[in-house]
T-cell receptor
Framework: TQLLEQSPQFLSIQEGENLTVYCNSSSVFSSLQWYRQEPGEGPVLLVTVVTGGEVKKLKRLTFQFGDARKDSSLHITAAQPGDTGLYLCAGGGSSNTGKLIFGQGTTLQVKP | DSGVTQTPKHLITATGQRVTLRCSPRSGDLSVYWYQQSLDQGLQFLIQYYNGEERAKGNILERFSAQQFPDLHSELNLSSLELGDSALYFC??????????????FGPGTRLTVT
């Protein structure tokens, strides 16, 4: 059974601090997505990484796909209260169905 | 706005009842996925349909069933409801089931409360 483990599960920081969220697996994925979800709403796709070693930047967010395509990280620089939410990583390509394997999520709280 | 629509937004019903949740995928997307999200279980994959046919099954109870219609909208039927079925139910869609990106776009969800 393929699993994606995210760490940490909870993170509470002050505005302006930097943070990194990790997403690890023993399985290889064709791609990895990061989603952000606010309470009571659906997850929103932030980025997709498909190449081992790939780095993508989205304003203050930096996403990296591991060289072996088994892990990924999300780094936020100078976090803001608006970054508060649940961050989910999801791996694709484990079957020919399009099904994604989701991590359990990281709850981020940024205090002003 | 992801382009995926779900109705109703909220649903309150009693134990033992049956409900139907509806999802319309993004225009052009052939694949629909259903997920259940509760506080202690995270986002759990239930079932996937592709162009009207069941493609993958996850942790879906026998009391639950789904289908995808010729116009590609999908319905999730939940029967003999129990208190533990209270959760957020999300629908997601994707263009295809193959390729390299596997991106899914989520609807706003249906919050089901069983009393």
């Amino acid at each position: 059974t393929q699993l994606l483990e995210q760490s940490p599960q909870f993170l509470s920081i002050q505005e302006g601090e930097n943070l990194t969220v990790y997403c690890n697996s023993s399985s290889v994925f064709s791609s990895l997505q990061w989603y952000r979800q606010e309470p009571g709403e659906g997850p929103v796709l932030l980025v997709t990484v498909v190449t081992g070693g790939e780095v993508k930047k989205l304003k203050r967010l930096t996403f990296q796909f591991g060289d072996a395509r088994k892990d990924s990280s999300l780094h936020i620089t100078a976090a803001q209260p608006g970054d508060t939410g649940l961050y989910l990583c999801a791996g694709g390509g484990s079957s020919n169905t399009g099904k994604l394997i989701f991590g359990q999520g990281t709850t981020l709280q940024v205090k002003p | 706005d992801s382009g995926v629509t779900q109705t109703p937004k909220h649903l309150i019903t009693a134990t033992g009842q049956r409900v139907t949740l509806r999802c319309s995928p993004r225009s052009g997307d052939l694949s629909v996925y259903w997920y259940q999200q509760s506080l202690d279980q995270g986002l759990q994959f239930l079932i996937q349909y592709y162009n009207g046919e069941e493609r993958a099954k996850g942790n879906i109870l026998e009391r639950f069933s789904a289908q995808q219609f010729p116009d590609l909208h999908s319905e999730l039927n939940l029967s003999s409801l129990e208190l533990g079925d209270s959760a957020l139910y999300f629908c997601a869609s994707s263009e295809t089931t193959t390729g390299t990106t596997y991106e899914q776009y989520f609807g706003p969800g249906t919050r089901l409360t069983v009393t």
